[in-house]
């Protein structure tokens, strides 16, 4: 995809909030801390489109972005991280539920895991939500690089048996190398039925 524009639009927490429908979208879920805005800045080529942080569990909006004025990105608050106050963490459950349950834009979810850690109840929960609403998902393994490639393989079999899915379903990703951007693209692009000829 050849990036002509990536843009802000705005943050919410309810539907009331939301921007007008213009473009399909695209949701990017995953834990504080998994390299969820570094994706979604490898995927816009541009180095803080959506700020990164050190501090996980930041994010606690629903973020949207207009990308050549042909989709919308929206960045979904990350989730499993306890520092976050309970009263905070209550909220995003409901808050996520809400957009995914009623959009009726939404073309699918990027489910984004870290490849150095084993699914957890969350991803398991969160996938599984999107299945019984029939909400198409890609599953993205980020942080490729800190392994080796047959380490890559060997953890990429291991979470697609924990989520029972098949390896090639996982993609690997790494924002410091690019590896697996254009794959992610590809992927977004099937599920938005965006033209070729717009890429």
Request: aromatic share 8%; no cysteine; charged share 25%.
């Given at each position: 995809m050849?990036?002509?524009?990536?843009?802000?639009?705005?943050?919410?927490?309810?539907p009331?909030?939301?921007?007008?429908?213009?473009y399909?979208?695209m949701?990017?879920a995953?834990?504080?801390n998994?390299g969820?805005?570094?994706?979604?800045?490898?995927l816009?080529?541009r180095k803080?489109?959506?700020?990164?942080?050190?501090?996980?569990?930041?994010?606690?909006?629903?973020?949207?972005?207009?990308?050549n004025n042909?989709?919308?990105?929206?960045?979904?608050?990350g989730?499993?991280?306890?520092?976050?106050?309970?009263?905070v963490r209550?909220?995003?459950g409901?808050?996520?539920?809400?957009?995914?349950?009623?959009?009726?834009?939404?073309k699918?979810?990027v489910?984004i895991l870290?490849?150095r850690?084993t699914?957890?109840?969350e991803?398991?929960n969160?996938?599984?939500?999107?299945?019984?609403?029939?909400?198409?998902?890609?599953?993205?393994?980020?942080?490729?690089d800190?392994?080796?490639?047959t380490k890559?393989?060997?953890?990429?079999a291991?979470?697609?048996?924990s989520?029972?899915v098949?390896?090639?379903d996982?993609?690997?990703f790494?924002?410091?190398?690019?590896?697996?951007?254009?794959?992610?693209w590809?992927?977004?692009?099937s599920?938005t039925e965006l033209?070729?000829?717009?890429?």
């Amino acid at each position: 995809m050849k990036i002509l524009s990536a843009e802000f639009v705005t943050s919410a927490v309810k539907p009331s909030q939301y921007p007008p429908v213009k473009y399909p979208e695209m949701a990017f879920a995953g834990r504080s801390n998994v390299g969820k805005s570094s994706l979604i800045n490898t995927l816009v080529k541009r180095k803080r489109l959506v700020k990164t942080s050190s501090t996980p569990g930041r994010t606690q909006l629903i973020n949207f972005f207009d990308i050549n004025n042909l989709i919308t990105f929206v960045d979904l608050p990350g989730y499993g991280y306890a520092k976050v106050p309970t009263a905070v963490r209550k909220k995003w459950g409901p808050m996520i539920e809400t957009y995914l349950s009623g959009r009726d834009t939404l073309k699918g979810v990027v489910v984004i895991l870290d490849i150095r850690r084993t699914p957890r109840e969350e991803e398991h929960n969160l996938i599984a939500w999107l299945e019984h609403y029939s909400i198409a998902r890609i599953l993205v393994l980020t942080k490729a690089d800190k392994f080796s490639k047959t380490k890559q393989d060997k953890q990429r079999a291991a979470v697609a048996r924990s989520l029972d899915v098949d390896s090639s379903d996982l993609i690997l990703f790494s924002a410091k190398s690019r590896k697996g951007r254009d794959a992610v693209w590809d992927a977004i692009i099937s599920l938005t039925e965006l033209k070729r000829s717009q890429e």
